[in-house]
Each structure stands twice: as structure tokens, then as C-alpha cells.
Nanobody, 125 residues
Framework: VQLQASGGGLVQPGGSLRLSCVAS????????VGWFRQAPGKDREFVGS????????LYADSVKGRFTISRDRARKTVYLQMNNLKPEDTSIYYC???????????????????WGQGTLVTVSS
């Protein structure tokens, strides 16, 4: 399986963007997708995830209420809708996937074995 992230760009504070993560290859019912981000000079941090076939979502406190993850199974695509963006959301955003993520380690980047290439989101006026 390979992942392709897209949708990044420049947006003003308070604006919105939708990122996409498309999977090529076969993904099973155990497939979990996580979104992570990394700003220059900072560690990679968890943004949110959508867990296995049940589709429950988990979000970092910093994005809760502003970001929403959804999935289109037919298109093998997971979306990250980002609203009310802030300058501190500026980062490279990565999607990652795995069949072996469990409920308790969704926020751990080490639990994911397939990574997309990243897409840059810049929030600035």
C-alpha cells in the first residue's frame, strides 16, 4: 500500500483547507489512518486518526472542534477538514496508515508503517 497526501496550501487565519490521503493498493478492515504534522524545528505531532472499519475518530486537543477526519471507502480516501486555521497550524501534514494500530496507540507515530509524502499547510496573512 502507498499513500498520497494532497491539498495543502497558503490560507489566511480563520480560513479552511481540506487535505486528502489516497491509498493505492489493498487495505483491509483493520486499516487505520492517522494524520500527523511537523513544523520546522519541532517534533512530529499527532493531529487525529480514524480507526479501522468502525471509523471512530480521535483528535489532538489542539485541533479538537476545528478539524474533522472523514473517509470515503469507495475512493480509498481519508480527508482532514481543517477549519478556523491558526498560524500555529502551519506545518507539513502527513498521513500514515497501518493494519496493526490498536485503540490505545493511535496517537503514536511508531504504530504506523506506511507514510505519505507530506503536504505543506501555511497559515498566514
Amino acid at each position: 500500500v502507498q499513500l498520497q497526501a494532497s491539498g495543502g496550501g497558503l490560507v489566511q487565519p480563520g480560513g479552511s483547507l481540506r487535505l486528502s490521503c489516497v491509498a493505492s493498493g489493498r487495505t483491509g478492515s483493520g486499516w487505520t489512518v492517522g494524520w500527523f504534522r511537523q513544523a520546522p524545528g519541532k517534533d512530529r505531532e499527532f493531529v487525529g486518526s480514524i480507526f479501522r472499519s468502525g471509523g471512530s475518530t480521535l483528535y489532538a486537543d489542539s485541533v479538537k472542534g476545528r478539524f474533522t477526519i472523514s473517509r470515503d471507502r469507495a475512493r480509498k480516501t481519508v480527508y482532514l477538514q481543517m477549519n478556523n486555521l491558526k498560524p500555529e497550524d502551519t506545518s507539513i501534514y502527513y498521513c500514515a496508515g497501518s493494519e496493526s494500530v490498536i485503540m490505545s496507540n493511535q496517537a503514536n507515530s511508531n504504530a504506523y508503517n506506511v507514510w505519505g509524502q507530506g503536504t505543506l499547510v501555511t497559515v498566514s496573512s
